[in-house]
């Protein structure tokens, strides 16, 4: 029997807010042998009881631009997500998480950037195996290779400032550093080892926003997200005696958003759905690990697409990098 300390830990690390105002951060891991990790999907595993993982991801989105002038249609976004997990107990993890929002517009008008809403989460791991039971301390190799899930929950508190203005003093929620008010995540992840050096992963989650009224007197409610995503980790390079191991990754992400509302009324050119790809590499080096991405939205039927600008779905591209180191 091999501790999880030894084998693999990883951060169920849900679904954050970022994008224009939405956004993905998931998965850290850990683990030399055992299940893979896609770079984005959240996986099955849970901490060590007694270890913490400190983790922080960079999302990178390069936006379509609708027109050719210099306006103020949004170029670029960095989300950045700093977190801390610790494992409570072997099948029981906790998570805090603080976002860093960047957001530039081509003419510079309505440019913003700083700390947004704090985030914390509880995740459940079990297994099944002749039955469904809560994740053991000690797992062999081949009781890694059974079916693995999570559930979990959460949300947002309302720390960032809802009320960022553009040079004029005007306020638009889509570009702010906060919801105004606490959202709830929840969401379950499966894990199934495929051999030796295949791994599947699949997950859907579910954030719930609550109107909030901003300075300017507009009460806002962001449409809910929903997401379901599938990936496949594969095992490319393994070298236990100098503790490197190294995985590529494919992952799809089907994301529906619902509409805003403002004023109680649904907002026009907000909501829809749309399928990402997200090809990457993970590598793993004794307790840390490192993943890498590029993410592309490869279809999409947005609500008045033509009108659609600055959000999900209408990226060229997104860079993702993520690192994570358990202690």
Known sequence: MIPHRILAAGAALWPALAGAHHGVASL?????????????TSSSQTL?????????????????RKTAA???????????LFGLGYGFTPYLSGYVFLPKHDKVVEDNSYNTAGFADISLMAVLGFKYD?????????????DLEDWHFTVYGGGTLPTGDPNTRDASGNIDPGMSLSFGEPSL???????????LRLTWVAE???IHFRPHTYADGQRVQFGSELRVNSAFSYRLLSFPER?????ANLEAQFLRLGRDEVDGEPEAATGGDMLYALPGVRAYADALSIGAGLKVPVWTALNEEERQQGGEGSEKYRVIVTFSALF
């Open 48 to 64: 060590p009881e007694g270890s913490a993982l400190a983790y922080m991801k960079l999302d990178r989105a390069e936006y379509e």
């Open 70 to 80: 210099r306006d103020d249609e949004l170029e670029y976004a960095e989300f950045w």
């Open 204 to 206: 859907t989650s579910y």
């Open 28 to 40: 850290g891991a850990i683990g030399l042998e055992g299940p893979g990790a896609p770079i984005e």
């Open 243 to 247: 503790r490197f191991r190294l995985d």
């Open 130 to 142: 002749e039955g469904f039971r809560l994740v053991p301390e000690r797992e062999s190799l081949a």
């Open 185 to 195: 995540t929840v969401g379950a992840t499966a894990t199934k080892a495929l051999g």
